[in-house]
């Protein structure tokens, strides 16, 4: 007699088509949220950097492009409509980014059409690394013969600049960068092969040593012919202006719907404010309305040598209590206990005169290697005023507290991170401070308002030389005459504001980040909807966005998948 039971491990026909289907079901993974997209492609992208990572490289260009184009269209394919507010912002966010670093490919590579002529042998040496890294078979015979045809190139384009070649010194300049980058890029290519590879040795030794010798004597030759920089020269400051296009393309993909002309005067209206509460200060001291006396008045009042960490301490627990009475915003107490101090390089000085912030403070003040004139102008920078005026600028409630909470609440939203929130933030806690009588005596007013006027004529001055309205020289001069700054630190800012680390717009995303955040103040803590404590609690939650969009969130703004800005948040 045969069991109708079915054996253990299979099912009736029906039953068991229903059951699988209720397994596939249960096992099917859920569809992305916006967040995956945005971690997925994050990850895929530093994977296509690091892989593709020569800045001249077309294949770099065209496959970013081909990731750029996919995402966008992955994104068009999103019903904006069924995604909630959250993922809603993330959507506006990463199409934004998205389309931003698709334009900016496009503006690279204008910027790397103009030095082209002047390093006709990029493309081979690129060529020779990418196709090593991409692990395919090297004939060292072939490679040599390379390696010679480059070595032409190089000496062909080597002359030209000795003849007198007539080009604007800042795209010379770019030309040397590229030149000194592209000798970094022959050499890992080169060490890979040279002693693994025996007859690689023996074939491309000598000429590799040609070419690396005849690519740094040729960067030498663009700066002394070409951009006029002598060999001993390390402190001239060239830079790259990017021109009126590139920085509305910029401003758009920050959200401010504003030109740059129209930036430049709300810095002269936000100087003219700090000008009169100089005067105010300035007289209060016996100086009268000549506010640069009381400012050199101010700068002698330092600490000796070595004085200075101690000093630092003082004024982090200072400013913490401040927070604390005033209740501005929530400091939770392992970020209070975590932050650290360390001492900049006098090299490092050169560029950042001042403090820089996060979770350590890089203290500047005289080491022993400076100059006794060097020693003076940085005690004189880093006076007890101005640091009063900095330090809770870069720890608490500023930068270090900005990274403590963009840890911990939405960390996948800092590919968003922009200057205009990071700086912006900061500069609104010393507005926020200012209003609520941090300042004691009119010596702490002066050295809060050298900082503000300070980021105002940083707009001045680094927008218009995007502009070409003014040179470096010229730059470091105006923050001199108009902010009263050591030539030495002004040298310093403009060194690092043109040397190619920061963003163009990041000088002037302090004040108009601030402005930024002290409008919207005004909508959501102005009408009693939210105290101040919860209006700072809330910015701090969203990340490291642009503040249109955080204006967006607070304000409950209706959204579309194409929101337009047209916060007008200075006016």
């Keep these: 007699m045969t069991n109708s039971r079915p054996k253990v491990g299979i099912l009736p026909p029906m039953l068991s088509l229903t059951v699988l289907g209720l397994l596939t079901m249960a096992t099917m993974p859920p569809a992305p949220t916006m967040r995956d997209l945005i971690e997925t492609y994050q990850a895929d992208y530093g994977n296509l950097t690091r892989f593709y990572n020569q800045e001249l490289s077309d294949r770099r260009s065209q496959r970013l492009a081909a990731l750029f184009d996919q995402e966008l269209k992955d994104l068009e394919k999103v019903d904006f409509a069924k995604l909630d507010r959250d993922a809603q912002v993330d959507y506006l966010l990463f199409k934004n980014k998205l389309k931003h670093s698709a334009r900016q490919l496009e503006l690279d590579a204008k910027d790397n059409a ?34 010679k045809a480059i070595d032409k190139e190089i000496s062909d384009a080597k002359k030209a600049a000795e003849n007198g070649l007539k080009i604007d010194k800042t795209i010379a300049n770019r ?52 951009v006029g920089i002598k060999p001993d ?18 401003l758009q993909a920050e959200m401010i719907p504003y030109t740059p002309e129209e930036l430049l005067d709300i810095a002269k209206r936000e100087y003219a404010w700090c000008e009169v509460e100089m005067k105010k200060a300035a007289k209060e001291m016996g100086f009268g309305d000549d506010w640069h006396k009381a400012l050199e008045k ?25 927070v604390k009475d005033q209740d501005i915003v929530t ?27 996060g979770d350590t403070i ?55 991170s922009t200057p205009f ?56 001069d105006m923050l001199v005459e108009k902010v009263g700054h050591e030539r030495s630190t002004a040298e310093g800012e403009v060194r690092r504001s043109f040397g190619g680390g920061y963003s163009p717009l990041y000088q002037a995303a302090y004040m108009l980040g601030a402005l930024q955040f002290r409008s919207l103040a005004k909508e959501c803590v102005g009408d009693g909807k939210m105290t101040y404590k919860q209006f700072h609690d809330a910015i701090l939650h969203e990340n490291n966005i642009q ?23 200075a006016d």
């Design 114 to 147: 103009e030095i082209a002529p002047l390093i006709p042998f990029a493309q081979e040496i690129v060529t020779l690394f990418e196709d090593r890294q991409a692990m395919k078979p090297i004939d060292p015979q072939s490679a040599a013969k390379t390696l």
């Design 175 to 226: 030309a040397a960068m590229a030149v000194d980058e592209l000798g970094k890029t022959l050499k890992s290519w080169f060490r890979f092969f040279d002693g693994y590879d025996p007859l690689f040795s023996w074939w491309c030794r000598e000429p590799n040593k040609t070419v690396a010798a005849n690519l740094e004597a040729y960067a030498k030759v663009i700066r002394e012919k070409l």
């Design 233 to 250: 020269d390390k402190d001239t400051i060239i830079g790259h202006p990017i021109g009126r296009e590139r920085l509305l393309e910029d």
């Design 298 to 322: 101010v700068k002698e009042d330092h600490v000796g040598p070595g004085e200075q960490p101690k000093l630092i301490r003082e004024l982090a627990d200072e400013a913490v209590k401040f």
């Design 331 to 357: 400091i939770p107490p392992l970020a209070e206990e975590i932050w650290r101090m360390d001492m900049m390089s006098p090299d490092r000085q050169k560029v950042s005169p001042f403090f820089l912030g």
């Design 362 to 416: 890089l203290v500047s003040f005289p080491t022993d290697e400076m100059t006794q004139e060097q020693k003076l102008m940085s005690m004189r920078a880093n006076n007890k005023h101005f640091a009063r005026a900095t330090v809770f600028h870069e720890l608490i409630p500023g930068h270090h507290l900005q990274g403590f909470m963009e840890d911990r609440y939405r960390p996948y939203r800092q590919l968003f």
């Design 421 to 476: 929130w990071t700086e912006g933030w900061a500069l609104w806690m010393e507005f926020l401070f200012w209003d609520r009588k941090f300042p004691k005596t009119p010596e702490n007013r002066v050295g809060m308002l050298f900082w503000r006027m300070h980021r105002c004529v940083r707009i001045e001055f680094s927008l218009g030389f995007h502009l070409g309205k003014y040179t470096p020289q010229q730059c470091v």
């Design 547 to 569: 503040v249109a969009m955080v204006r967006a969130i607070l304000t409950n703004q209706k959204l579309s998948k194409n929101f337009k800005v047209d916060w007008r948040f």
